[in-house]
């Protein structure tokens, strides 16, 4: 089968790359292996949040410069950083996936331990705030489902009790949640977001919110509804007389699986071909030039394409493979930015920027992957399986995904 | 004697040693307190393979030891059998040892009353189908694996059923000592800072490695020698058999199956005794271990790994071996009063895990002699609790509304004492780990009856977060019901945290493979999503 162009992996990247090359005319197939980071995402993209010292930062884009050279943003540009950011969110708006914040400017979201965190474009679930003192009101109601273990809802109630916010816990038990707690570890956020849909008992829950509803201004829920269709948010937020503020739950994440089955939609609708559940497990070069991939469930099946997109992520998603004595990339054993010795990959603090995150596949400043030293023709690599940054002390996870599956894009296009 | 401070005898240290010796003396009726600076089971009785020695592997070269091992291994299976797995073992030839000293090996268990059987390395394979296929002699012997946290826990709660008390997070500063007389010990509450003083007649010092410390205190000196032991465990349970090598013993050789991993181990190093609070795996270390557990069960190589751990053994130095591989395992029992003209103070050290009974009744012999006491010891024909009554099997069909994975793992760790467990609210059967199957009851009776007072006191209790996941999701939840039942969100936070950092201590030695993928999935949770 030929194709303009493979994509390998169905991240964020992946999509928002598939999508804009299959509107302007390409024809992509994307393989994806299955979970990928949306699944465990906050709700909120991040662009840029914190400086290396840890401060926040306002305005992610007056940061570009002191980055360092081999940063994905500093490959993308700072004329197209500025040009990508504002087209953000109607993007995803023409895909269904509503954002809301100012493109050039972080705001603050509420974390389900309570604590705050910068954060550039959210989607609808979550809540924005302009200032890192977060005023969601004055007393809350936190309401959640019983039995669910994966909603803190002590660590938010003293979180909002430092803002000024009088915390009260209730607990809703409702029959449809009883098959699920037989089998006690479906007590997960995407499985309650499954039984919230289905015959509308989220409006079941919302009754019962109400009747506990006293003085409160604002009801806080977890992140477990909606997973179908976004508008059921809007529609919860009209049933409770309060303000409804939604906090996110351990993972999966409803708005990040929303989310992703929305940008696959979208790719799908504009001609795009997906191969779920699958992986790239053999490919055939011609000096720099990568000619056709094999996948394993395809068996002999060739996939030809003009140009290859590589979207495999870090190491959770498989994109960078550590052995106890190196670490590469599988798929077509590109070069990998990364110290050989293994003590350098790690810092004993858990909680300290760990080296391995800045670990990724090396590339050219136009994206092209370096393979034994050369830059191969058509080869792009994209998303968290870049080099060259911490984003998860940057906070800057999504952000590098979506601006690089862009440039990605235009590159292919020419 | 009507002070609340005031007892028979104070045990210094909450290993299985300070355990079982405060079961002991509260079983012969003597007033109790026992002292531990941590939690339970945070020194080396946590800290090692989990062997439930049939004394094999000292048949040979230390006699003593092997003896006290199968006496021991016989009186486990009956008083503590809820912590205790009869897996048998295997002391396997490889073709670069020695089979000759198969024979040798042999003759020594029986010797020493340890069942000891030759069988055929094609049935061995069949047996065990792990074991390394080029195998050219196989032994079985009546080695099992025992869960140390559970024993210990278990020795803390009936030692507490009869009447003793336990302070743990507590450290004592120095002795009450008139002239060469220890009076009792002077301690300050880690948490909240606030000093006190406890009186007893005798005091034992019953700490581990740092009873060197301890006893300094007391200006005596007990020649300690620090040998640390490096062990990994691997995410299966790949071997049913305990695995050990036929051969002197030496590093990496034994392999042993437990709940639902394996661990192999162990190095031996001597180590400054100032690093003793702070032992890391180096990588070469893991390398050893590795290459070495691999000619054990060459699937190991290919088998993700958990966590990488390292103890000390509290070793009493002999003569001059540089890993301490030599010196006995034997127990030391001191007076001090005998040995260094202090009154009222005794030491119980040496010895190991396997013996900790007997170490413990040898100590409360020698406390009960101090006190002029005549009460026998009962310890070896009386279960502990958990062990008391009927079968795990048993126990399990009584918890009958209970999911069966979890009424299993639940019965498996905390035998009939799981009938405390509240499974009665559909919101007790919630798991907490989905990983070990540990449930909202479960976790809620430890922090009732079992003194866990944060999430690392909780692991070693339940299990909660030992599993392939390492805690990325039960953490989390757990803090949750310790935020509920200590009623502070703020130190439940803070605890998380550090129990974040604990887990991660032993995944970054061994942070490749699945456990560097894993790693970096938690770090983004608990970093980017929950904003910790």
């Known amino acids: ?414 | 004697m009507t002070n609340k401070n005031e007892f028979d005898v104070i045990i210094v240290g909450g290993g299985i040693t300070g355990a079982g010796t405060a079961r002991d003396c509260a079983m012969r009726g003597l007033k109790v307190l026992l002292i531990e600076r941590h939690d339970i089971a945070t020194g080396a009785t946590g800290r090692n393979h989990g062997l439930l020695h049939s004394g094999a592997r000292y048949a040979v070269t230390d006699r003593e030891s092997a003896t006290e091992c199968i006496e021991e291994n016989k009186i486990l299976r009956k008083i503590a059998r809820h912590c205790v797995d009869d897996t048998s073992g295997f002391f396997i030839t490889l073709p670069e040892d020695d089979l000759a000293y198969q024979a040798k090996f042999v003759e020594s268990c029986l010797a020493a009353g340890i069942q000891a059987d030759i069988i055929d390395p094609k049935e061995a394979i069949r047996l065990e189908p792990s074991v390394n296929p080029t195998l050219i002699g196989a032994v079985r012997v009546p080695d099992g694996s025992v869960d140390p946290f559970r024993l210990c826990a278990a020795n803390m709660l009936d030692a507490k059923l009869h009447g003793a008390k336990v302070l743990v997070y507590t450290e004592v500063e120095s002795f009450i000592m008139e002239g060469d007389t220890v009076l009792g010990v002077r301690t300050v509450d880690q948490r909240t800072g606030e000093k006190a003083e406890y009186r007893a007649a005798v005091t034992v010092n019953a700490a581990g490695i740092w009873g060197h410390h301890i006893a300094s205190l007391a200006g005596v000196n007990i020649g300690m020698f620090p040998a640390k032991g490096a062990l990994l465990i691997f995410a299966h349970r790949v071997n049913s058999i305990v695995i050990n090598r036929c051969r002197k013993p030496a590093n990496a050789d034994i392999l042993v199956p437990g709940d639902t991993v394996c661990v192999i181990g162990t190095t031996s190093t001597r180590v400054p005794y100032e690093e003793c609070d702070h032992m890391h795996v180096t990588p070469e270390e893991v390398d050893l271990l590795l290459t070495e557990g691999a000619k054990l069960a060459p699937v190991l190589e290919n088998t993700r790994i958990l966590r990488a751990y390292a103890g000390v053994r509290p070793l009493v130095s002999a003569d001059n071996d540089p890993s301490g591989r030599n010196i006995s395992r034997g127990i030391v029992c001191l007076d001090h009063e005998v040995r260094d003209g202090v009154k009222g103070f005794v030491s119980i050290t040496g010895g190991k895990l396997m013996t900790y009974r007997l170490m413990a009744e040898q100590a409360a012999d020698a406390v009960c002699k101090k006190l002029h006491v005549n009460q026998v010891c009962k310890t070896a024909v009386t279960p502990l609790p958990g062990s008391a009554t009927g079968s795990v099997e048993e126990v399990s069909r009584k918890l009958w509304s209970v999911p069966v994975t979890v009424q299993k793992a639940a019965a498996g760790r905390s035998g009939d004492w799981a009938e405390k467990i509240a499974m009665d609210h559909p919101m007790d059967r919630s798991l907490v780990c989905e990983c070990e199957e540990v449930s909202v009851g479960e976790a809620e009776m430890a922090i009732r009856d079992l003194d866990v007072h944060n999430l690392t006191d909780l692991r070693r209790r339940t299990r909660v977060g030992m599993g392939t996941c390492q805690a990325e999701l039960c953490a989390c939840r757990a803090a949750g019901l310790l935020a509920k039942a200590h009623g502070c969100a703020d130190r439940a936070r803070a605890d998380l945290k550090d129990f974040m950092n604990e887990r991660w201590k032993g995944m970054y030695p061994v942070a490749w493979g699945e456990t560097l993928r894993e790693g970096e999935f938690t770090q983004w949770i608990y970093k980017a999503v929950l904003g910790l």
């Open chain 1, 1 to 414: 089968m030929k194709y303009d162009v493979v994509l390998i992996g169905g991240g964020l990247s992946s999509l928002v790359c598939g999508i804009s090359l299959q509107r302007t005319g390409k024809r992509c197939l994307m393989v994806s292996g299955g979970q990928n980071a949306l699944h465990f995402s906050s709700g909120a993209f991040g662009l840029l949040g914190f400086r290396p010292d840890g401060s926040a930062v306002e305005r992610p884009l007056e940061e570009l410069d002191k980055l360092p050279a081999n940063h994905p943003y500093r490959k993308v540009g700072a004329a197209k950083m500025h040009e990508y950011v504002n087209r953000v969110k109607p993007f995803f708006a023409s895909c269904g996936v509503m954002l809301d914040g100012d493109p050039e400017r972080n705001s603050w979201r509420l974390t389900p331990t309570g604590t705050v965190r910068p954060s550039w474009l959210a989607m609808s679930d979550v809540t924005l705030y302009e200032d890192s003192v977060v005023s969601i009101g004055r007393k809350a109601l936190i309401a959640n489902i019983a039995g669910y273990l994966d909603f803190n809802t002590a660590f938010l109630a003293e979180g909002l009790e430092k803002a000024g916010v009088t915390c009260r816990l209730e607990a809703v038990a409702l029959p449809e949640f009883e098959r699920l707690r037989t089998s006690a570890s479906e007590m997960r956020s995407v499985n309650i977001a499954r039984v919230m849909d289905h015959d509308q008992v989220w409006k079941k829950f919302v009754e019962q919110v109400c009747v506990l509803l006293r003085d409160e201004d604002v009801v806080v829920l977890p992140e477990v509804f909606g997973l179908q269709d976004e508008h059921v948010l809007e529609q919860i937020r009209e049933c409770i007389p309060a303000r409804v503020v939604f906090v996110g739950t351990m993972a999966p994440s409803v708005p990040g699986i929303r989310c992703q089955s929305a940008l696959k939609t979208a790719f799908e609708q504009a001609g795009g071909e997906f191969l779920m559940g699958d992986e790239v497990i053999s490919s055939e070069m011609d000096g720099e030039r990568v000619l056709s991939v094999r996948t394993a469930n395809l068996g002999d099946t060739v996939l030809e394409a003009d140009h290859f997109v590589l979207a495999t992520g870090g190491f959770f998603g498989r994109g960078l493979q550590a052995t106890a004595e190196a670490v590469s990339e599988p798929v077509f054993g590109l070069d990998v930015d990364a110290p050989e010795e293994r003590t350098q990959w790690y810092n004993p603090d858990f909680f300290a920027p760990q080296p391995y995150t800045r670990f990724g596949v090396h590339t050219s400043e136009n994206l092209r992957a370096m393979k034994a030293g050369k830059e191969m023709e058509n080869v792009y690599v994209i998303g968290s399986e870049l080099g060259g940054a911490d984003a998860l002390c940057e906070g800057s996870g999504a952000g590098i995904a979506v601006m690089t599956g862009f440039k990605a894009a235009e590159m292919i296009n020419g």
